[in-house]
């Protein structure tokens, strides 16, 4: 999909959430048309109209949670997936209340059916605005600014998104001393976009964008950890001097202990549920490969503490003996078993994590741990990179769901950066129900490839191969 204005966003959102809750509406209206000439008599007995209104706002929210009103809008492929989960959520919630309720509040096969109706109609939708918009936002002329640091990933990765069409690259370290202000202007004089790398100093970016504003093009900025640490800050005042007040990253006590109560809560209930899962899981290791089926490695968590962490085997026994530390081929890597294969792709490795997390040393949500070895190496490359151990590594993150395996390291470290400085029960609940729709999206496993050679590492069996630790 093409760029859309910034400004053009806040007139597509409200169509888009009214599109919705007529549809929801809708679809109850038709498995009401459809069952009750069959089997009722009323229609109260099939939904009652407070019900109605309950579901839909519960779909709702349940959009909005997983990002379906922000635009770009999504792929057809993430559309259905999103659909697919939001009504399994939804037909769970109401059957559930159906079990302690009267057994004639509400039909489960009107559940269904409804469930049925909204995922055809909510997909023919989604689908037809996302071409809509398509042809309606073409390909904005955009100038790309950055500077020597900036990488060949990051100029490929910029130059490869179908929103922009690169008329102008703008290197900030060639500019001559004399006369900037005139050069700004000259070079962004015929783009719709300025596109601004995070390396960009502060003084060069205040420039551009003073400019860009004056010419009327939209800035998207790329924000380095400071520019993203003052995103929370308090507006204070010294006198009449204005200010802002950053707080050092991290959660209050009582957050901590929430957080706690959740992981401790989840994680009890998740083992229970999901023991015939592992056992299932534990047999086929065995069947398949010789050694052990579970495999524990050193990793980093809060503070720099490290701990063991624990997965199921997906490699072959000392995959890392000969070769040392190297980049992970995703699937493609011959050390990974057929059936360690299928485990990575469905997440079903991380399943021990779950003791992990019920013991202390990880939590249901947080940045992904990381071998010591490499975070030496990652703090001498990014100063920042220790602020990620103020809270305690987690099964998922929010680099996990908005980002993907091949995303940039200083990509996925603002990720960890912006969750820690915005943690909540709130929020780790919602990026749960995030990770969910993640497992089943193929991007989110891509591999690393050559244009992304220090991003991850391949820790032979732990790598987060498929969920990306930074």
Same mark, same amino acid.
């Given at each position: $999909? #093409?760029?859309?204005?910034?400004?053009?966003?806040?007139?597509?959102?409200?169509?888009?959430?009214?599109?919705?809750?007529?549809?929801?509406?809708?679809? @109850?209206?038709?498995?009401?048309?459809? &069952?009750?000439?069959?089997? +009722?008599?009323? @229609?109260?007995?099939?939904?009652?109209?407070?019900?109605?209104?309950?579901?839909?706002?519960?779909?709702?929210?349940?959009?909005?949670?997983?990002?379906?009103?922000?635009?770009? /809008?999504?792929?057809?492929?993430?559309?259905?997936?999103?659909?697919?989960?939001?009504?399994?959520?939804?037909?769970?919630?109401?059957?559930?209340?159906?079990?302690?309720?009267?057994?004639?509040?509400?039909?489960?096969?009107?559940?269904?059916?409804?469930?049925?109706?909204? $995922?055809?109609?909510?997909?023919?939708?989604?689908?037809?605005?996302?071409?809509?918009?398509?042809?309606?936002?073409?390909?904005?002329?955009?100038?790309?600014? +950055?500077?020597?640091?900036?990488?060949?990933?990051?100029?490929?990765?910029?130059?490869?998104?179908? $929103?922009?069409?690169?008329?102008?690259?703008?290197?900030?370290?060639?500019?001559?001393?004399?006369?900037?202000?005139?050069?700004?202007?000259?070079?962004?004089?015929?783009?719709?976009? *300025?596109?601004?790398?995070?390396?960009?100093?502060?003084?060069?970016?205040?420039?551009?964008?003073?400019?860009?504003?004056?010419?009327?093009?939209?800035?998207? @900025? *790329?924000?380095?950890?400071?520019?993203?640490?003052?995103?929370?800050?308090?507006?204070?005042?010294?006198?009449?001097?204005?200010?802002?007040?950053? %707080?050092?990253?991290?959660?209050?006590?009582?957050?901590?202990?929430?957080?706690?109560?959740?992981?401790?809560?989840?994680?009890?209930?998740?083992?229970?549920?999901?023991?015939?899962?592992?056992?299932?899981?534990?047999?086929?290791?065995? &069947?398949?490969?010789?050694?052990?089926?579970?495999?524990?490695?050193?990793?980093? @968590?809060?503070?720099?503490?490290?701990?063991?962490?624990?997965?199921?085997? /997906?490699?072959?026994?000392?995959?890392?003996?000969?070769?040392?530390? *190297?980049?992970?081929? #995703?699937?493609?890597?011959?050390?990974?078993?057929?059936?360690?294969?299928? =485990?990575?792709?469905?997440?079903?490795?991380?399943?021990?994590?779950?003791?992990?997390?019920?013991?202390?040393?990880?939590?249901?949500?947080?940045?992904?741990?990381?071998?010591?070895?490499?975070?030496?190496?990652?703090?001498?490359?990014?100063?920042?990179?220790?602020?990620?151990?103020?809270?305690?590594?987690?099964?998922?993150?929010?680099?996990?769901?908005?980002?993907? +395996?091949?995303?940039?390291?200083?990509?996925?470290?603002?990720?960890?950066?912006?969750?820690?400085? %915005?943690?909540?029960?709130?929020?780790?609940?919602?990026?749960?129900? =995030? /990770?969910?729709?993640?497992?089943?999206?193929?991007?989110?496993?891509?591999?690393?490839?050559?244009?992304?050679?220090?991003?991850?590492?391949?820790?032979?069996?732990?790598?987060?191969?498929?969920?990306?630790?930074?």
């Amino acid at each position: $999909m #093409g760029y859309i204005k910034l400004r053009n966003k806040a007139h597509i959102v409200p169509l888009l959430f009214i599109g919705d809750a007529i549809l929801a509406f809708a679809s @109850t209206l038709l498995s009401i048309l459809w &069952l009750v000439p069959v089997a +009722y008599p009323t @229609t109260e007995r099939l939904f009652p109209l407070p019900v109605t209104v309950i579901y839909v706002l519960l779909f709702l929210g349940f959009y909005y949670i997983y990002g379906m009103y922000e635009l770009p /809008t999504k792929p057809p492929y993430d559309v259905f997936v999103t659909n697919l989960i939001v009504l399994f959520f939804l037909s769970a919630v109401f059957i559930f209340a159906d079990f302690f309720s009267n057994p004639l509040f509400f039909s489960k096969r009107f559940i269904f059916l409804d469930a049925v109706f909204l $995922m055809v109609l909510l997909s023919a939708w989604r689908i037809g605005c996302d071409r809509v918009l398509s042809r309606a936002s073409a390909r904005r002329k955009t100038a790309l600014v +950055y500077c020597q640091d900036d990488g060949p990933a990051f100029m490929d990765k910029v130059s490869q998104m179908q $929103m922009f069409s690169i008329v102008e690259r703008i290197n900030v370290d060639q500019w001559p001393r004399e006369q900037r202000g005139q050069l700004v202007a000259k070079l962004l004089a015929n783009v719709d976009t *300025v596109l601004i790398s995070s390396l960009v100093s502060s003084n060069k970016k205040e420039l551009i964008v003073s400019q860009a504003f004056v010419l009327g093009a939209d800035v998207i @900025t *790329v924000p380095n950890v400071y520019e993203m640490s003052i995103h929370n800050a308090v507006l204070m005042r010294f006198d009449d001097v204005p200010a802002f007040g950053i %707080e050092p990253f991290g959660l209050p006590i009582y957050g901590r202990f929430l957080k706690r109560m959740m992981d401790i809560g989840v994680s009890a209930v998740a083992i229970v549920l999901l023991a015939p899962v592992m056992c299932v899981c534990a047999a086929a290791i065995r &069947l398949n490969s010789h050694g052990p089926v579970l495999y524990r490695q050193e990793r980093v @968590t809060r503070w720099g503490k490290t701990f063991r962490l624990c997965k199921f085997r /997906t490699m072959v026994i000392d995959a890392e003996q000969k070769s040392g530390p *190297v980049l992970s081929t #995703g699937d493609e890597d011959p050390r990974v078993t057929s059936v360690g294969r299928f =485990l990575r792709r469905t997440r079903l490795d991380e399943l021990p994590q779950l003791f992990n997390i019920l013991g202390g040393s990880m939590s249901l949500v947080g940045p992904r741990p990381e071998r010591p070895i490499f975070v030496e190496q990652f703090i001498a490359e990014f100063p920042y990179y220790n602020q990620r151990h103020r809270v305690k590594a987690g099964l998922t993150g929010m680099a996990q769901v908005y980002g993907r +395996y091949n995303t940039l390291p200083q990509d996925k470290l603002l990720y960890d950066l912006m969750y820690i400085s %915005e943690a909540s029960v709130l929020l780790d609940m919602r990026i749960l129900l =995030l /990770t969910l729709r993640t497992i089943f999206l193929k991007s989110s496993t891509q591999g690393a490839g050559t244009q992304n050679a220090n991003a991850y590492w391949d820790d032979s069996q732990g790598n987060d191969i498929h969920t990306g630790g930074l």
